[in-house]
């Protein structure tokens, strides 16, 4: 069974960092793009950062220069790291990952399995 268990999510003031991981099997980590999206309370889900396979890596405008999307490949784990963070960027963060062909990298319908989710607070 495919699990994507996030971590690393937490309250902090404006201006600080937070550094987002998300774990999977090996198997799962080699065959999928991945991706991290997020959804603020009466907003749609989003797509933030997502890496293919062969490691091309998309960014939505807000969180460019700020956030780093990459793998860690010894742990398996996707990571998010996320600095100078905003009031804005409270929301629950959801990490994914997909198989399909074609779509936006950014786009929540591309994806197949999702984590739980990880609650960003910042004030």
């Known amino acids: 069974d495919v699990q994507l268990v996030e971590s690393g999510g937490g309250s902090v003031q404006a201006g600080g960092s937070l550094r987002l991981s998300c774990a999977a099997s090996?198997?799962?980590?080699?065959?999928?793009?991945l991706g991290w999206f997020r959804q603020a309370p009466g907003k749609e889900r989003e797509g933030v950062a997502a890496?293919?396979?062969?490691?091309?890596?998309t960014y939505e405008d807000s969180v460019k220069g700020r956030f780093t999307i990459s793998g860690d490949h010894a742990k398996n784990a996707l990571v998010l790291q996320m600095n100078s963070l905003k009031p804005e960027d409270t929301a629950m963060y959801y990490c994914?990952?997909?198989?399909?062909?074609?779509?936006?990298?950014?786009?929540?319908?591309?994806?197949?399995?999702w984590g739980q989710g990880t609650q960003v607070a910042v004030s």
């Open positions: 090996a198997y799962f980590y080699s065959r999928h793009y």
């Open positions: 994914a990952a997909g198989y399909g062909v074609g779509g936006s990298p950014l786009s929540q319908y591309r994806y197949n399995y």
């Open positions: 890496i293919e396979n062969d490691g091309r890596i």
